[in-house]
């Protein structure tokens, strides 16, 4: 590769903006530090709740590139802006005089990073890469479609590198195309916050992200509760996340519900800290109905263990979560699919000694797997010849 590209930007592409608003984007925020300014962000989706934060963002949508003044959704106004040729793709295809634009708006990327969840983003990441013409790594968060398309061929089979966030995904990968392929787990940055014992009666859960794609979980939480409520004198559930989320919480767990806002960085890992066990509540059907429990890995396991906070997971026995922490099952993860498993989670956590060796097993698995710097130093042995 010639010296030509020197200097030039890292390209983040994928459905959703790089924000702290979704799990996706803020992985992107985190991979792109190393870069400073040098980096752009393309995407074609905005879920309504936030704008990228990245230093240059295109979204690929309407006629001018994230300055339409609100969200086209699925109605009138998206169907009308494809029909009349005023967005950027028919179907999942570029529209063809918006290449040449999408070429000038991206003249200075020398790399791109791209993240597809569905088919119709392998088609639409393949689409940017074919028209910009430059180097580029997958990471794999989630195959969310079955069987993947052709696109998802071409992007493993001409990439630098496809990373993948659970080992359960190798083997579509490379059934899909030969490519090489590594582990790109969770990436966030140590926390000045650690969490502590709360005392024997005593038992305060933390609960982070959207509840609605784990309501199966919340539930087993519910059924759990009145066992609970016989052995702690106090309970408390601290949420964190989006408010309309708590309409999702069964009756029988609102009186116990502290909410604590939609919560970011330190301000949300000193909230956490003041818990002494963590919960997440799923994937908790089985891989064969559930895509999420066939690959997923959620990313608030990462912001509980960067505390250390021992997690009961409501998760499929056979769910990749629950294979990616074997190293610490029943030891710092904890894995529940019925009320008596939280029950007996707790119980054992009572214990000041065991719940100590818990979080230190939880401390010490984050620095394996989910240390941000760590991440970084991957991409970086990519991108850096090019940008």
């Not at 038992?203 to 919340?218: A, E, Q, R």
């Not at 949420?239 to 069964?250: D, F, S």
């Not at 818990?275 to 059907?285: D, E, F, S, T």
């Not at 498993?341 to 097993?361: G, P, T, Y």
């Amino acid at each position: 590769m010639s010296d030509q590209r020197k200097g030039r930007k890292i390209l983040f592409a994928s459905l959703l903006c790089a924000s702290r608003t979704n799990a996706l984007g803020v992985q992107m925020l985190h991979l792109a530090e190393p870069f400073g300014p040098a980096w752009a962000d393309c995407y074609w989706y905005n879920d309504g709740r936030g704008k990228s934060e990245a230093p240059t963002s295109y979204r690929l949508y309407s006629s001018i590139p994230d300055l339409w003044p609100f969200a086209t959704g699925r109605g009138f106004v998206s169907r009308m802006t494809g029909r009349l040729g005023l967005g950027w793709w028919r179907g999942n295809h570029l529209i063809a005089r918006k290449k040449s634009h999408l070429r000038r708006l991206l003249d200075d990327i020398g790399f791109a990073f791209v993240g597809p969840l569905w088919n119709n983003d392998a088609t639409r990441c393949r689409e940017i890469l074919q028209t910009i013409g430059c180097p580029f790594v997958v990471h794999i968060w989630d195959f969310l479609d079955k069987p993947l398309n052709a696109d998802y061929q071409w992007l493993f089979s001409h990439a630098e590198q496809v990373f993948y966030l659970s080992p359960t995904m190798v083997q579509e990968i490379r059934a899909t195309a030969q490519c090489e392929t590594s582990l790109l787990s969770i990436a966030r940055g140590h926390s000045q916050f650690k969490a502590r014992h709360c005392g024997a009666d005593m038992l305060k859960i933390g609960l982070v992200g959207t509840l609605s794609t784990y309501s199966d979980g919340v539930e087993l939480l519910s059924r759990a509760i009145d066992k609970l409520h016989s052995q702690f004198a106090e309970i408390r559930i601290k949420y964190l996340g989006a408010r309309e989320q708590l309409a999702i919480i069964p009756e029988s767990l609102r009186e116990f519900v502290e909410y604590a806002g939609y919560l970011y960085g330190d301000v949300r890992d000193k909230a956490l800290a003041d818990c002494n066990v963590a919960y997440l509540p799923g994937p908790l059907l089985s891989p064969q109905e559930d895509a999420r429990s066939r690959h997923s890995i959620p990313s608030r396991l990462a912001d509980y263990m960067a505390i250390g906070l021992p997690v009961i997971a409501a998760v499929h026995p056979s769910s990749a979560t629950n294979a990616f922490f074997a190293s610490i099952r029943s030891k710092g993860f904890f894995p529940a699919s019925e009320p008596d498993d939280i029950n007996c989670a707790v119980q054992e956590l009572q214990n000041e000694m065991f719940w100590k060796n818990a979080s230190d097993s939880c401390l010490g698995f984050f620095g394996k797997y989910f240390d941000k710097e760590q991440a970084q130093r991957q991409l970086l042995a990519f991108a850096e010849e090019y940008v």
